[in-house]
């Protein structure tokens, strides 16, 4: 059979399925992004038809086919988890072996280390700003202390301290 016989077959297939049968065909060959527009405007127009729609993509398996799976993220995602395991063997070459080793665990302990380093600027950023807010709020009360004793004592004597008022 040549090539012209068989788009022939090919085109006369599929002019003998149904419009149902066609349009999924022509979903098909859209994608992925195809099934999932058709599905979101089934669920505008009349949300039962979107609900078939997300029923036979999954039950159907065209979420899950080889077509979603062969995209180039996924490929490079999976070629990324096999370089980690391939990461982890060993060479064959022991004093690489060692210095891969030797560098993982340096890196590990400086992972660490600035991550402690983060966590203690958080903990100094937390306590400055508590401290702001609290000085704040011991200002507020004073001022309004004064204001209703009419007596301005914010000048006179040691400042009391911001957490004394709590």
Known sequence: ??????????????????????????????????????????????????????????????????????????????????????????????AFDAYKEETLRRLEDEQEQFEAFLERLRAAKDKAEFDQFMDDRAKKARSERAAISGDDTQGNGPAPSPYAEI
Not at 16 to 22: A, F, I, M, T, V
Not at 51 to 70: E, N, P, T, V
């Open 1 to 94: 059979m040549t090539a012209t016989t068989a788009q022939m077959h090919d085109q006369q297939g599929s002019s003998r399925r149904s419009w149902l049968g066609r349009s999924e065909d022509w979903l098909d060959s859209k994608g992925k992004g195809a099934w999932i527009a058709a599905m979101v405007l089934g669920f505008v127009f009349f949300w039962p038809v979107g609900l078939a729609i997300l029923f036979y993509m999954i039950w159907g398996k065209q979420m899950f086919a080889k077509s979603c799976r062969s995209g180039g993220r996924a490929r490079h995602m999976h070629s990324m988890h096999r370089a980690g395991f391939a990461a982890m063997k060993s060479s064959g070459n022991t």
